[in-house]
Nanobody, 127 residues
Framework: QVQLVESGGGLVQAGGSLRLSCAGS????????MGWFRQAPGKEREFVAS????????YYADSVKGRFTISRDDALNTVYLQMNSLKPEDTAVYYC????????????????????WGQGTQVTVSS
């Protein structure tokens, strides 16, 4: 069992930056594929970024590519999402998620495939 807790959300002006953290407990992150998703009001939860079980591979939604960076520190059981050049359309609740083992890039983008979720952290970008 893995428990995930996100932090770092808040209100920021367009063009600003935030760094989200996802701290895990219960089991080490080692061997887990980690993902970040977001959900805006009235919209479905969407893929933002993922980091493969080995930490070697990262993937991004086209909408955030070049602006967001996912990273992980397995020793600290923490995954990060550095968000730069934020836009109002990035406003959403951001969730981290985990699934154990090797999964394909396509599968990483599907929320239903993940076994563990945090409670979410609100990110609001003002124009």
């Amino acid at each position: 069992q893995v428990q995930l807790v996100e932090s770092g959300g808040g209100l920021v002006q367009a063009g600003g930056s935030l760094r989200l953290s996802c701290a895990g407990s219960g089991r080490t992150f080692s061997g887990y594929t980690m993902g970040w998703f977001r959900q805006a009001p009235g919209k479905e939860r969407e893929f933002v970024a993922s980091n493969s079980w080995s930490g070697a591979d990262t993937y991004y939604a086209d909408s955030v590519k070049g602006r967001f960076t996912i990273s992980r520190d397995d020793a600290l059981n923490t995954v990060y999402l550095q968000m730069n050049s934020l836009k109002p359309e990035d406003t959403a609740v951001y969730y981290c998620a985990a699934i154990f083992g090797v999964i394909s890039e396509a599968t990483m983008r599907v929320p239903l495939k993940y076994d563990y979720w945090g409670q979410g952290t609100q990110v609001t970008v003002s124009s």
